[in-house]
Nanobody, 115 residues
């Protein structure tokens, strides 16, 4: 079993920055992948960024160059640094982890980008 808790969401103006954190209840090096997804009411949940056990990262085209996923192995935290935020980045952001055949999700954190 893996518990994931997101934090760091909030409201920001366009062009601003936020850093989301995902705290895992177990060693993140035991997780095959840890990813950030987002969903707004009008869209499906979509992948934003992911990092695998080896540290390789991948990003949605819409966030490349603006968002950075990283991790702190000692603290079992995975971060999503979001810069140059746009109104279309508004969504609930979820942390997802895979451990063996199982998939775990956090409860989500709201990010609102508005002037």
């Amino acid at each position: 079993q893996v518990q994931l808790v997101e934090s760091g969401g909030g409201s920001v103006q366009p062009g601003g920055s936020l850093r989301l954190s995902c705290s895992a209840s177990r060693n993140i090096l035991s997780l095959s992948t840890t990813s950030w997804y987002r969903q707004d009411p009008d869209k499906r949940r979509e992948l934003v960024a992911g990092i695998n056990i080896g540290g390789d990262t991948n990003y949605a085209d819409s966030v490349k160059g603006r968002f950075t996923i990283s991790r702190d192995i000692n603290l079992n935290l995975v971060y999503l640094q979001m810069n140059s935020l746009k109104p279309e980045d508004t969504a609930v952001y979820y942390c997802k982890a895979t451990h063996g055949p199982r998939v775990y999700w956090g409860q989500g954190t709201q990010v609102t980008v508005s002037s």
